[in-house]
């Protein structure tokens, strides 16, 4: 459903919520937020511990249902999927970035990126192109055959990263992405995804630091379970490649 500008909504959430009981009491972990997420933009989702942003992230990324209110993913309704579904859409709509790059330590950096493509069906000489594909993207065409161990950890994100984008999803979600990483690797990390956003990818990052926020192109603030601030940067920082 295209917005008001006449861009595609790649997330629309209206009045959404996700409420648990602890102890006998009511806990709104989010608490009923609205807004849309357009297609192209680069967003950096803001809070402190506490604040609600990994709820959402769970939400937005399928990995969790809401208790209240609507999501819609690329104009799909996700709140009536069945776990199948979910997983499907995760799959194949929703490329992941973890701030520990979860890679299997005794395969390749080629065969972690073709984990996603094994439960998509994708035969494997093809698998080994989209592989190699992704890592070519990313700046590692040349360490395909190395195993995690081999390599440092900026390009063990990398290749989580190229993991993430193999299926050639319509979102990518990083939470905490350069967490793990120092300030220069963290730079090249930022570099990448300025330059994955300019060729027209969806990005939603999730911080607490308003340094990685500063390089987005809008910022969404959260506390106590609420947005309590949307704001546009159109001066985002420029991160420096490798």
Same mark, same amino acid.
């Given at each position: ?14 009045? =959404? ?7 006998? &009491? ?32 769970? =939400?937005i990324g399928c990995l969790d249902s809401p208790t209240m209110g609507s999501y819609r993913l690329a104009g799909t309704d996700v709140a009536g999927l069945n776990r199948d579904q979910l997983a499907a859409?995760? %799959? ?10 979860? =890679? ?12 996603p493509l094994i439960y998509s069906d994708v035969r494997r000489a093809d698998r080994h192109r989209l592989a190699a594909e992704a890592l070519s993207e990313v700046g590692l065409g040349d360490r395909m055959?190395? &195993? ?16 993430? =984008? ?30 994955? %956003? ?36 159109? %001066? ?7």
């Amino acid at each position: 459903m295209p917005d008001a500008s006449g861009s595609a909504g790649v997330i629309e959430a209206e009045n =959404l919520g996700r409420h648990y009981e602890l102890g006998g &009491h009511l806990v709104r972990a989010l608490d009923g937020v609205s807004f849309a997420i357009r297609e192209g933009e680069f967003v950096a989702i803001m809070g402190p511990s506490g604040s609600g942003k990994s709820t959402l992230m769970n =939400l937005i990324g399928c990995l969790d249902s809401p208790t209240m209110g609507s999501y819609r993913l690329a104009g799909t309704d996700v709140a009536g999927l069945n776990r199948d579904q979910l997983a499907a859409i995760r %799959n194949r709509r929703i490329g992941f970035v973890f701030q520990q790059f979860n =890679l299997l330590p005794r395969t390749t950096a080629q065969e972690n990126v073709e984990l996603p493509l094994i439960y998509s069906d994708v035969r494997r000489a093809d698998r080994h192109r989209l592989a190699a594909e992704a890592l070519s993207e990313v700046g590692l065409g040349d360490r395909m055959h190395h &195993h995690p161990a081999q390599l440092s950890g900026g390009q063990q994100q990398r290749v989580a990263i190229a993991r993430a =984008l193999v299926n050639r999803p319509i979102l990518l979600l990083a939470d905490e992405p350069t967490g793990a990483l120092d300030s220069r690797t963290s730079g090249e990390i930022l570099a990448l995804f300025q330059s994955l %956003n300019r060729q027209g990818l969806t990005i939603v990052v999730v911080t607490h630091e308003e340094d990685i926020a500063a390089h987005a192109g809008r910022v969404l603030q959260f506390r106590d379970g609420k947005l309590v601030a949307d704001r546009a940067n159109p %001066n985002p920082r420029q991160a420096a490649a490798a």
